[in-house]
């Protein structure tokens, strides 16, 4: 099965990673050796983030900055599950396409902005957003991202990153069964971007690979990491990333192949994988 439209998705945005503590975070990323933008703000509500920006796609450090407002569920995902992976935007151009193209799939377009605390003073990027039913991204938690105001979201010198980093190159997680997903993601990306095997699933979304293994595949791949899912990072000089974690200090797991495994006690709950472009 194929979508019969043209795809208004492009691959990942960005990903989402939940954090305690998010002065914290942003240290912990900065110590990893990647460039952290100023602080974000979610407007009404009480979640706030860091974001670390590459020239296509990005992560977002989301934790609470007031208890007291809307938190969208962060709070109750926290504290059962932890820090750690909480899903993935997709990236479109219009919020109106993405609906249009998957009616029975997704909510009606949601703007969102954010006051970004710039040493000049305060900016509000906004954002159109249109969320996916459960059914229709199992073992996922996603969105697609409009940028309305894509002028104020990326500066030079967030993008230079003393790890060497260039981009997100995919995210991979844990399904019991990964190939009870197969329908949902053909219907939409299409069955030409969809590649499976015994215990896998992976879905090209365009830039980007999603891939869902089974645990025992997971752990095969990251072993005594816990399952915890992967966000993979493509690095300009794999040694030269290798020789900045040494030099701070940042352990790196077993890991077989031409990849660096940074553990998820380093990294707020996932897996930081990097591998050369």
């Given at each position: 099965m194929a979508p019969a439209h043209a795809n208004p998705l492009s691959g990942i945005d960005h990903t989402l990673i939940g954090v305690r503590d998010l002065e914290a975070a942003r240290e912990t990323w900065r110590r990893l050796g990647f460039t952290v933008t100023p602080r974000g703000r979610?407007?009404?509500w009480g979640t706030g983030n860091y974001c670390v920006m590459f020239r296509d796609d990005y992560v977002e450090l989301l934790g609470i900055v007031d208890p007291a407002q809307f938190l969208n569920r962060l709070d109750v995902q926290l504290e059962t599950r932890g820090e750690g992976f909480l899903g993935l935007a997709?990236?479109?151009?219009?919020?109106a396409a993405v609906h249009a193209a998957f009616p029975h799939a997704t909510q009606p377009p949601k703007d969102l902005g954010r006051l970004l605390e710039l040493p000049e003073g305060n900016?509000?990027?906004?954002?159109?957003l249109v969320h996916f039913d459960p059914d229709a991204t199992p073992g996922l938690a996603t969105f697609s991202c409009t940028h309305l105001t894509p002028e104020m979201?990326?500066?030079?010198?967030?993008?230079?990153?003393?790890n060497g980093s260039l981009g997100l190159e995919s995210v991979t997680i844990a399904v019991a069964d990964p190939a009870a997903l197969a329908s949902a993601y053909a219907a939409l990306f299409g069955e030409p971007a969809l590649k499976g095997g015994q215990g896998r699933l992976e879905?090209?979304?365009?830039?980007?690979?999603?891939?869902?293994l089974s645990p025992d595949r997971l752990e095969r791949r990251y072993p005594g990491l816990g399952g915890a899912s992967v966000m993979t990072v493509a690095s300009r000089d794999l040694e030269a990333t290798r020789a900045y974690?040494?030099?701070?200090?940042?352990?790196?797991?077993e890991a077989a192949g031409a990849r660096l495994v940074v553990p998820p006690e380093q990294a707020n709950g996932i897996v930081l994988e990097f591998v050369e472009t």
């Open positions: 979610h407007i009404g997709f990236a479109a151009g219009s919020s900016v509000s990027p906004r954002f159109s979201l990326r500066r030079p010198e967030w993008l230079d990153h003393a879905v090209g979304t365009g830039a980007h690979t999603v891939r869902f974690l040494a030099a701070m200090g940042i352990p790196l797991a």
